[in-house]
């Protein structure tokens, strides 16, 4: 599967932003995807924000819980990551990712074998 992330850009502080991930499959439908987003600031490592299984259960890291949130649309094979009441400290590039064997959301890196190519998100007045 090929990830392309988007929707990226400067805004400030108590803004709002919406990622999306579109996916292109080959032999295997997104709905059997378990998807992820990830974030990277600048000199730290990379970490889990948010993960939507199979049938929508969802799973987020405490630092981002009540403001972000992560619909997919398995007809538009889109994944989406819905940001509110941003802070200067989610400055990050974030990254969708794609696990083909787990079944619900999960925050373990090294399920996800699929990686788009990150796109940058900066909270700043």
């Not at 499959?25 to 000199?43: E, H, K, L, N, V």
């Not at 889990?48 to 992560?70: C, E, M, N, P, Q």
Request: with cysteine; hydrophobic share 30%; proline share 5%.
């Amino acid at each position: 599967v090929q990830l392309q992330a988007s929707g990226g850009g400067l805004v400030q502080p108590g803004g709002s932003l919406r990622l999306s991930c579109a996916a292109s499959t080959s032999g295997r439908t997104f709905s059997s995807y378990t998807m992820g987003w990830f974030r990277q600031a600048p000199g730290k490592e990379r970490e889990f924000v948010a993960s939507i299984g199979l049938h929508g259960g969802t799973y987020y890291a405490d630092s981002v819980k009540g403001r972000f949130t992560i619909p997919r649309d398995n007809a538009k094979n889109t994944v989406y990551l819905q940001m509110n009441t941003l802070k200067p400290e989610d400055t990050a590039v974030y990254y969708c990712a794609a696990a083909g064997l787990a079944y619900g959301p999960s925050p373990r890196e090294y399920e996800y074998g699929y990686w788009g190519q990150g796109t940058q998100v900066t909270v700043s007045s």
